[in-house]
T-cell receptor, first 112, second 116 residues
């Protein structure tokens, strides 16, 4: 069925390290893709999005490119900070439906 | 972007009782969504609430357990009925930012429910 699969956590990195969190999706159509972030004790926030193939979403130094050929939307950041410690969720929205389906979430911890 | 007020922010309830969660949006929206986030888990969609019609429930969720109201375009409630400890979760409401696809969704801050 349609789903979102993302890298299992927790992921622990040192400050200034390069980050990749993998996300792949299955879908019947051409979904919109999202990364959401949940900081400790806070609600869910949209981090970035991409609505069609080859689109690149970016925000706060994070980037993700909509790759139709590999059905992927991997999240990357060149130099992480302690303040990036959070849970990251990959999500998709079908073109034919309004609901968003979430991946399982990846907990990221950054050491000073 | 839309601003969502959700209340209560948290509650501790006795098993067998019911809790109604309210979600107020500062603009009119066609669809509102209710999610559950169990401890350490991802978000699972419970149902989609349209104004003027019955809510659409996802597999594994039923109206008797999670009745939803949607009296107008800015407000919705979710009731968690006959609660058990397994219902302990964060419950979130969400709205789509724009009628156009792919514009993202805004989430309320959630209701942290503990059933004892």
């Amino acid at each position: 069925g349609n789903s979102v699969t993302q890298m299992e956590g927790p992921v622990t990195l040192s400050e200034e390290a390069f980050l990749t969190i993998n996300c792949t999706y299955t879908a019947t159509g051409y979904p919109s893709l999202f990364w959401y972030v949940q900081y400790p004790g806070e609600g869910l926030q949209l981090l970035l999005k991409a609505t069609k193939a080859d689109d690149k979403g970016s925000n706060k130094g994070f980037e993700a490119t909509y790759r139709k050929e590999t059905t992927s939307f991997h999240l990357e950041k060149g130099s992480v900070q302690v303040s990036d410690s959070a849970v990251y969720f990959c999500a998709r929205r079908e073109s034919s439906a309004s609901k968003i389906i979430f991946g399982s979430g990846t907990r990221l911890s950054i050491r000073p | 972007s839309a601003v969502i007020s959700q209340k209560p922010s948290r509650d501790i309830c006795q098993r067998g009782t019911s809790l109604t969660i309210q979600c107020q949006v500062d603009s009119q929206v066609t669809m509102m969504f209710w999610y559950r986030q169990q401890p350490g888990q991802s978000l699972t969609l419970i149902a989609t609430a349209n104004q003027g019609s019955e809510a659409t429930y996802e597999s594994g969720f039923v109206i008797d357990k999670f009745p939803i109201s949607r009296p107008n375009l800015t407000f919705s409630t979710l009731t968690v009925s006959n609660m058990s400890p397994e219902d302990s979760s964060i419950y979130l409401c969400s709205v789509e930012e724009s009628p156009r696809q792919g514009e993202g969704y805004t989430f309320g801050s959630g209701t942290r429910l503990t059933v004892v």
